[in-house]
């Protein structure tokens, strides 16, 4: 057996990137004992061996592994020297351009993470993290920022969140914890999804799905209220991601036009999961969360409330947003405006029809108990004729005989992930860690990408929808003034 062979029998490669800690575990488990590395054949980028032991020369390797972050290229390896590392993938001879040609893609990827000058001056400069190339930053708030992304296996655009762990108290901690609990369990195509979860020593990097079209806040601020006929396919998507995430017994608490997002032209997303919580048995919730404009009366009372309530006002508050171009209680104070929500004083425009009255009035309800539920409002008149998106269909993380043959979806994953370099052994291997797992990272976009193709198919059910619904009332219309202008003629 040749030494480049010898070498890649040994490496084993980690299933997701190398970080200080991994790096700092290798350097534990390596054992070089009577090895002395030859200097000058270092820096050229090579390694040949020496039986002399020399404890200062390997221990300022061993740092310079550690500063730069990658691994020791070995063109020959004594047997008793090792790297402990998981098993989800074994690499190819990484000392030859045909070596690394050979690999897939997942395996090139980890390997130029490691070891590629590029790569490394990017993170470094902060332009990459694991598996995604960072761009322009989109927002920012007091302890994040959020930036555009690429997957550099998938390239799907990403939204990834920056989070300054020095800002973070515990109660942040806390809410970051719950926000990626939530975002875990929900699979709706109205809802923002979660790819991933990257921690480096002084930063998390949330990754999730990016929606390019702008906020609803912003969109009726620039064009103004929306009429009933447009306001309806929009708010019936919402409705539809509220039931199915209380359907999982998960609350928003920050339901508002700012975290309503467009992906498409009549698209829409609700985002920021950052209150989010599960409750359990319909236990009450005691932490004000939300935006005041938005906030429940029972919020301002010190006193425990329910958190699918509280969701249902800010929803009645956010139609009231769409139809009027203003949010009901208002206040040039933030006292003024708390005594008005807490005295439930607003008014509501004569233009509104009284179907869009009633469901506004019945989720601005004072007592909470007697408020609707989501699934009231589902089943609102307003609403009837409407059309409400359902939830995703879940691929699970272990491909099934059964599951392949029924789901195009199921299907279509395994085999891009298989292209990718991604077996069932890494992922059974990967499961258990959930999103902080750059290989479950890449099972959920490559879903994700599966599943858009089943949104753009309700996203045109949902235009033609409104297309019979729009061709309808002008029937009707046009039958009412024919009939008019016939009885103008009689006269």
Same mark, same amino acid.
């Given at each position: 057996?040749?030494?480049?062979?010898?070498?890649?029998?040994?490496?084993?490669?980690?299933?997701?990137?190398?970080?200080?800690?991994?790096?700092?575990?290798?350097?534990?488990?390596?054992?070089?004992?009577?090895? $002395?590395?030859? #200097?000058?054949?270092? *820096?050229?980028?090579?390694?040949?061996?020496?039986?002399?032991?020399?404890?200062? =020369?390997? +221990?300022?390797?061993?740092?310079?592994?550690?500063?730069?972050?990658?691994?020791?290229?070995?063109?020959?390896?004594?047997?008793?020297?090792?790297?402990?590392?998981?098993?989800?993938?074994?690499?190819?001879?990484?000392?030859?351009?045909?070596?690394?040609?050979?690999?897939?893609?997942?395996?090139?990827?980890?390997?130029?993470?490691?070891?590629?000058?590029?790569?490394?001056?990017?993170?470094?400069?902060?332009?990459?993290?694991?598996?995604?190339?960072?761009?322009?930053?989109?927002?920012?708030?007091?302890?994040?920022?959020?930036?555009?992304?690429?997957?550099?296996?998938?390239?799907?655009?990403?939204?990834?969140?920056?989070?300054?762990?020095?800002?973070?108290?515990?109660?942040? $901690?806390?809410? #970051?914890?719950?926000? *990626?609990?939530?975002?875990?369990?929900?699979?709706?195509?109205?809802?923002?999804? =979660?790819? +991933?979860?990257?921690?480096?020593?002084?930063?998390?990097?949330?990754?999730?799905?990016?929606?390019?079209?702008?906020?609803?806040?912003?969109?009726?601020?620039?064009?103004?209220?929306?009429?009933?006929?447009?306001?309806?396919?929009?708010?019936a998507q919402i409705v539809a991601a509220v039931v199915h995430m209380h359907s999982k017994d998960i609350v928003h608490r920050d339901i508002k036009?700012?975290?309503?997002?467009?992906?498409?032209?009549?698209?829409?997303?609700?985002?920021?999961?950052?209150?989010?919580?599960?409750?359990?048995?319909?236990?009450?919730?005691?932490?004000?969360?939300?935006?005041?404009?938005?906030?429940?009366?029972?919020?301002?009372?010190?006193?425990?409330?329910?958190?699918?309530?509280?969701?249902?006002?800010?929803?009645?508050?956010?139609?009231?947003?769409?139809?009027?171009?203003?949010?009901?209680?208002?206040?040039?104070?933030?006292?003024?405006?708390?005594?008005?929500?807490?005295?439930?004083?607003?008014?509501?425009?004569?233009?509104?029809?009284?179907?869009?009255?009633?469901?506004?009035?019945?989720?601005?309800?004072?007592?909470?108990?007697?408020?609707?539920?989501?699934?009231?409002?589902?089943?609102?008149?307003?609403?009837?004729?409407?059309?409400?998106?359902?939830?995703?269909?879940?691929?699970?993380?272990?491909?099934?005989?059964?599951?392949?043959?029924?789901?195009?979806?199921?299907?279509?994953?395994?085999?891009?992930?298989?292209?990718?370099?991604?077996?069932?052994?890494?992922?059974?291997?990967?499961?258990?860690?959930?999103?902080?797992?750059?290989?479950?990272?890449t099972y959920r976009i490559v879903l994700y990408q599966s599943q858009v193709k089943d949104d753009d198919k309700e996203r045109n059910k949902v235009?033609?929808?409104?297309?019979?619904?729009?061709?309808?009332?002008?029937?009707?219309?046009?039958?009412?003034?024919?009939?008019?202008?016939?009885?103008?003629?009689?006269?």
């Open positions: 057996m040749t030494a480049v062979a010898k070498t890649a029998q040994l490496r084993q490669i980690h299933s997701e990137p190398a970080t200080i800690s991994s790096i700092q575990t290798d350097i534990s488990n390596m054992q070089i004992k009577g090895t $002395q590395f030859d #200097l000058p054949n270092v *820096i050229n980028g090579s390694m040949t061996t020496k039986n002399v032991y020399n404890p200062p =020369l390997r +221990e300022q390797l061993l740092r310079e592994k550690l500063a730069n972050a990658k691994s020791a290229k070995m063109d020959s390896i004594d047997e008793t020297s090792s790297v402990v590392r998981t098993n989800s993938a074994q690499s190819l001879p990484v000392t030859s351009s045909e070596g690394v040609a050979a690999m897939t893609p997942y395996q090139r990827t980890l390997y130029l993470l490691a070891n590629d000058a590029a790569f490394q001056k990017e993170v470094a400069l902060g332009k990459r993290i694991g598996f995604y190339r960072l761009g322009k930053e989109l927002g920012a708030g007091n302890f994040s920022k959020v930036k555009l992304g690429v997957h550099v296996l998938t390239k799907e655009k990403v939204a990834v969140k920056i989070m300054e762990k020095t800002k973070m108290d515990q109660k942040a $901690q806390r809410l #970051l914890t719950r926000e *990626i609990k939530s975002m875990e369990d929900l699979h709706h195509p109205n809802i923002i999804r =979660l790819f +991933e979860c990257v921690e480096t020593i002084s930063r998390t990097f949330l990754v999730m799905e990016y929606a390019g079209g702008g906020e609803l806040y912003a969109f009726v601020q620039e064009r103004g209220k929306l009429t009933e006929d447009d306001a309806k396919p929009l708010y036009a700012e975290n309503v997002i467009f992906s498409h032209p009549g698209w829409v997303k609700l985002a920021d999961f950052g209150f989010s919580c599960q409750v359990e048995n319909g236990a009450n919730l005691s932490t004000f969360c939300g935006s005041p404009p938005y906030a429940a009366p029972e919020l301002f009372q010190d006193k425990d409330y329910s958190g699918a309530m509280v969701d249902i006002w800010a929803m009645g508050v956010l139609l009231y947003f769409m139809l009027v171009g203003v949010t009901p209680f208002r206040g040039e104070t933030l006292n003024d405006l708390t005594q008005n929500i807490l005295k439930g004083i607003y008014n509501m425009p004569d233009y509104l029809s009284t179907f869009a009255q009633h469901l506004i009035s019945r989720m601005l309800e004072m007592d909470p108990n007697r408020r609707l539920t989501i699934l009231d409002v589902k089943k609102a008149y307003w609403l009837r004729e409407s059309k409400f998106p359902r939830s995703y269909v879940q691929c699970s993380t272990v491909p099934n005989e059964e599951e392949l043959e029924t789901s195009s979806v199921a299907r279509n994953v395994w085999h891009t992930l298989r292209e990718y370099g991604i077996d069932e052994e890494m992922m059974k291997e990967a499961a258990p860690k959930g999103a902080r797992n750059a290989i479950i990272g235009k033609d929808h409104q297309l019979l619904q729009e061709a309808s009332k002008n029937q009707r219309t046009q039958m009412v003034l024919n009939k008019r202008s016939k009885t103008c003629t009689l006269f």
